[in-house]
């Protein structure tokens, strides 16, 4: 499974972005997608998942704010989170990645990771 994120950018607080990324591959089984960010310094943060089941899960510092949304296809999974609102401290390099699931999401497991798209929110 290969991973490409884009859109990342360099925004007011206060504006939008959308970040998008395709999944290409063989999906066997069930996959999980999600967004994860790390800012330098910090950890890296589950920002928003979507799991076998479609069911979505936010961050509470992202609730309100941004919207993740998917697409299947047999061979591609496409990802895209739209985020409003933005504050400086979502500045962070956001990674897409694409997790099999095995009961649970296993990203690091068994996870494709993508190269990574950077936001930055100037106050």
């Known amino acids: 499974v290969k991973v490409v994120e884009s859109g990342g950018d360099s925004v007011q607080a206060g504006g939008s972005l959308k970040l998008s990324c395709l999944a290409s591959?063989?999906?066997?089984?069930?996959?999980?997608m999600g967004w994860f960010r790390q800012a330098p310094g910090n950890e890296r943060e589950e920002v928003a998942i979507?799991?076998?089941?479609?069911?979505?899960?936010?961050a509470d510092s992202v609730k309100g704010r941004f919207t993740l949304s998917q697409e299947k296809t047999e061979s591609t999974r496409s990802l895209t989170l739209q985020m409003n609102s933005l504050k400086p401290q979502d500045s962070a390099k956001y990674y897409c990645?694409?997790?099999?699931?095995?009961?649970?999401?296993?990203?690091?497991?068994?996870?494709?990771w993508g190269q990574g798209t950077q936001v930055t929110v100037s106050s």
């Open positions: 979507i799991d076998k089941d479609d069911t979505k899960t936010y």
């Open positions: 990645v694409a997790g099999l699931w095995v009961g649970y999401c296993a990203w690091d497991d068994f996870g494709y």
């Open positions: 591959g063989q999906f066997y089984s069930d996959y999980c």
